[in-house]
């Protein structure tokens, strides 16, 4: 129960609610299936606490094991004491479990074992007394030739040793250390010597100081990359005046000669021993807090782009554009299935741009296409203009972005969908498939290769991949799956499934023909019962036997909306038909011990609006005509845009330029922002303005303030921060579109 409680004051919530989805999560229930499906037990807790429970149960966990190696190793060299049992079993961060562990903890053969081994022991325990007396003298008892200890300082020098190793093992010393290194250090980088040309995208730091405590993650990313890369020193500085005397206070008992021996020593200790310690740990718990920021920045921006608004069933016409080579051109059915494919080259000549446009008109003709996507890689803008001045009527132009198509047309996946096709014609269909439906095509591509994030190939890969699953996951079942059409790949992040039963599903649809019915899914091989429960909710049947089987509705409560029904006398159709039915229903004559508000609300919502898709309505977006490259840009020009990309500092911009521009934190509104995302989110249409243009450099730096309401400003403060004017977001527009 202590594990429910530390979670529960943790989290603000009761031991009740942590014990109970505890138990959820060790029967194998994933966190969608809890989140909706399981609201009386938990308490109507969401996704994010529930994911929560889940992690912190696991390091809790994770640290009881650990508690129990170290009891075992320090049994077994019987040292273990109940106090010293008590201690260890006592400690709530594995930092403090390991300072426990230390003065016990098999190590190499260290100066103070030495000087223990030549029998100095007794010699470092009188100098840490710091009684009077004459120390030579004392010392002079412990002179031992065979033992290699030659004179008075050989042994004091031994016994420093060992009062330094005990100092740098005290667990209350290395408590207070640590949260000075935290509270008040300081990062220090410098360029290294003779590599100032070679390092120039990490100019900023050549001469680089800020305190570690607010040091943020994509700065602290940064100079260790810098340091990897072997253009930068990193170093991590404290000024000893407020670590010596710290440990002095605890260790220096009088001033006497002994005292002046153990203030050797401690200065020993610190600067051998501490200090490369403390600056271990320090690099690793921020390296662990920048992972977390840039992590989770990544992972908002995946969801973003995962639940970006889908076109629809349209029938397509993708292009994926290319100068010299042409643009591979595919037509897509409303289903997403390739029907044809050729190649255009309308900018290679005016015979072949005349050849392209017939194509591209006989293709909308024939196929009766609603919807052109067009790739916005190379030649993307060029491509887009064409099309656009053939003047096709009642065809939506949408550009996408292509960012990891070529990871998917290279994929064993592509290859499985498309073996008799090439790459070019693979890129092509991935580009026409986002447009009509983001979730389901990209969740067949790594999210790494998806063009969003901060430093996401230098974080934690363990962590990373496991944050990114749980979104994926969180967002195609907050979605749902059409059951019938819905490739292996998506099917496989269906809560209780994965990608055996995904294939399963796949091959039973193959052999039997489209599902009839939710309650089907129990015939296909090895789908038990719990998969069926976990998965049901979240997979969708149009046309099914039972009409719930279109909606987020759980087979398992199919009875209950029966029964309403029932009870005003009409069919389960009906009463999804008819608002005023519904209305006329009393929800608290349908409470049980299982099912009470949280749920009947749920069911409530989903009989108005069956299997109702959370995205929002897809918008047709264009660029500016006639900007499309830099060179086109001019400060103060107000363009249309779309947000490729946020930042801890910024978010990149996508202005039809082939180049992302830059809108600083400090120029995305009229008034602080500490987080971009509370202001825009991937995908979002927004109005920017121009305000600096670097060619040379191919930096381009925008805004989202509206000036004619902004009050004049050099520098302000808000929160402690200075918010930075626009040459600094100029700097960090190169210093990112270095990193991107």
Known sequence: ????????????????????????????????????????????????????????????????????????????????????????????????????????????????????????????????????????????????????????????????????????????????????????????????????????KYKDYFDWKEPISTAPSHRVLAMRRGEKEEMLYLDIEVDEDLVIPKIEAKYIKGNNEASKQVELAIYDGYKRLLKPSMETEVRVLTRQRADNEAIKVFADNVRQLLLAAPLGQKRLLAIDPGFRTGCKTVVLDAQGNLVENTTIYPHNGASAQLEAEHIVRSLVSRHEIEAIAIGNGTAGRETEEFVRKLGLQNVIIVMVNESGASIYSASEVAREEFPEYDVTVRSAVSIGRRLMDPLAELVKIDPKSIGVGQYQHDVDQNKLQTALDDTVVSCVNAVGVELNTASKQILSYISGLGPALAQQIVNYRREHGPFRSRRELKKVPRLGEKAFEQAAGFLRIRNGEHPLDASAVHPERYELVERMA???????????????????????????????????????????????????????????????????????????????????????????????????????????????????????????????????????????????????????EKRGEKVLETDMATKLAALMGKFK
């Open 1 to 200: 129960m202590l594990h429910e409680i530390i979670i529960a004051n943790e989290l603000s919530i009761t031991p009740k609610q942590v014990s109970t989805t505890i138990a959820l999560l060790d029967e194998g229930a994933t966190v969608p299936f809890i989140s909706r499906y399981r609201k009386e037990l938990t308490g109507s807790l969401d996704e994010v606490q529930i994911t929560a429970i889940r992690d912190r149960v696991q390091q809790l966990r994770d640290l009881d094991k650990r508690k129990e190696a170290i009891l075992k190793s320090i049994q077994d060299q019987g040292k273990l004491t109940p106090e010293l049992e008590a201690a260890v079993r006592g400690a709530e961060t594995m930092s403090a479990l390991e300072d426990i562990y230390l003065p016990y903890k098999p190590k190499r053969r260290t100066r103070a074992l030495i000087a223990r081994e030549k029998g100095l022991q007794p010699l470092a325990d009188f100098l840490l007394e710091q009684n009077s007396g004459d120390i030579t003298a004392v010392a002079e008892q412990y002179l031992n030739e065979d033992a290699g200890v030659n004179s008075v300082e050989d042994a004091l020098s031994g016994a420093r040793d060992i009062i330094a190793e005990t100092v740098s093992e005290d667990a209350e010393i290395r408590a207070q250390l640590r949260k000075i290194f935290m509270e008040s250090g300081f990062f220090v980088s410098r360029v290294v010597p003779g590599k100032e040309d070679e390092a120039l």
């Open 566 to 716: 029932k009870d005003l006398g009409v069919d389960v159709i009906q009463l999804m038909k008819d608002e005023k039915l519904r209305q006329q229903i009393d929800l608290k004559k349908y409470i049980t011990d299982e099912v009470g508000l949280p749920t009947l609300n749920d069911i409530m919502a989903e009989l108005a609006k069956p299997g109702r898709d959370p995205r929002e309505q897809f918008e047709a977006f264009s660029f500016t005509e006639g900007v499309n490259s830099i060179s086109d840009l001019k400060v103060g020009m107000k363009l249309p845009g779309i947000v490729t990309n946020i930042t801890n500092f910024g978010a990149f911009v996508d202005i039809g330029v082939h180049q992302d521009g830059l809108v600083h934190l400090s120029q995305l509104a009229n008034h602080y922002v500490s987080d971009p995302h509370e202001v825009v989110k991937v995908q979002q249409k927004v109005l920017v303005t121009v305000i600096e243009v670097d060619e040379r450099r191919n930096r381009i730096s925008l805004s989202m303030r509206d000036e004619e309401k902004a009050a004049p400003r050099k520098r302000s």
